[in-house]
């Protein structure tokens, strides 16, 4: 990882942003390879991250490499009373004021799908610890919004041999990305057996859209369902949708 990295900075050698930027290495639970329901979860970018240490190319691909070496880094998820609360609040005392995890559409959505996928797993309070999680890319805004069209081109081609990477070391059985199929086609030569349904619905409102699973594909014996966002769709037909084209009987 720490060569992709290295090649990622130097993408952006002449982008005076790039300091600023979120720069966003996956994340690993340590109880993901402990079962045999190896989860990935995939999404377009990060909604605000922080920073690697951009003083040279190899402090940035070190500190990438630290990153994706450890398996704690999901410290910034807290369990109070059964509900997951990020611990990068500045104001800790109350709770209706901080950043709810559960009640955010793409965590609460994969939890569902995830909790029903066959296969044994090790799970405790904080169920992300027994999942992988990445994003299709990796430098983003810093405070939040996805990356620009313009900040996509620069970093495609080093962001698809990452997540090859990513999937090599993490060897998942299943992978949802809810993504939708526009953002996942740039990355549809790293997967076998591509689908794309065809249908796309971005009318906002939980009973306006009926497409949900807007391709499939597979990675070696991995299924791979491919999700548009989570946002105003109705959570029941969102998971029933992805758990369909999971082969899973619900």
Same mark, same amino acid.
């Given at each position: 990882m720490k060569e992709l990295y290295r090649r990622l900075y130097n993408d952006f050698y002449t982008f005076p942003? %790039?300091?600023?930027?979120?720069?966003?290495? +996956?994340?690993?639970?340590?109880l993901y390879s402990k079962g045999?329901?190896? %989860?990935? *979860?995939?999404?377009r +970018?990060?909604?605000?991250?922080?920073? =690697?240490?951009?003083?040279?190319?190899?402090? %940035?691909?070190?500190?990438a490499q630290a990153e994706f070496d450890d398996r704690k880094r999901w410290n910034w998820v807290e369990s109070i009373g059964g509900t997951l609360y990020s611990t990068h609040d500045q104001d800790k005392s109350d709770l209706t004021k901080r950043y709810c995890i559960d009640k955010k559409p793409y965590w609460d959505y994969a939890?569902?799908?995830?909790? &029903? =996928?066959?296969?044994?797993?090790q799970s405790n309070d904080i169920w992300m610890e027994s999942i992988?999680?990445?994003? *299709?890319y990796k430098v983003s805004p810093k405070n939040s919004g !996805?990356?620009?069209?313009?900040? &996509? &081109?620069? &970093? *495609?081609?080093?962001?698809?041999?990452? *997540?090859?990477?990513?999937l090599e070391i993490y060897r998942p059985s299943h992978i949802l990305m809810i993504t939708? %199929?526009?953002w996942f086609f740039p990355f549809a030569d790293l997967f076998e057996n591509v689908k794309d349904s065809? !249908?796309?619905?971005? =009318?906002?409102?939980?009973?306006?859209?009926?497409v949900y699973v807007e391709g499939t594909a597979t990675y070696g014996d991995a299924k791979v369902v491919i999700n548009c966002r989570p946002e105003w769709r109705d959570k029941a037909a969102f998971v029933s949708a992805a758990l369909l084209a999971f082969e899973v009987v619900v």
């Open positions: 942003e %790039f300091d600023s930027c979120a720069h966003f290495v +996956s994340m690993c639970g340590e045999t329901r190896r %989860f990935m *979860l995939i999404g +970018s990060t909604n605000g991250w922080g920073t =690697l240490n951009t003083a040279s190319e190899t402090a %940035f691909g070190g500190a939890k569902a799908i995830w909790s &029903q =996928l066959p296969g044994n797993v992988a999680w990445s994003n *299709l !996805n990356p620009s069209p313009k900040i &996509q &081109q620069i &970093q *495609l081609a080093t962001c698809k041999e990452i *997540l090859k990477h990513e939708g %199929f526009d065809g !249908n796309r619905n971005v =009318l906002r409102g939980a009973n306006k859209n009926a």
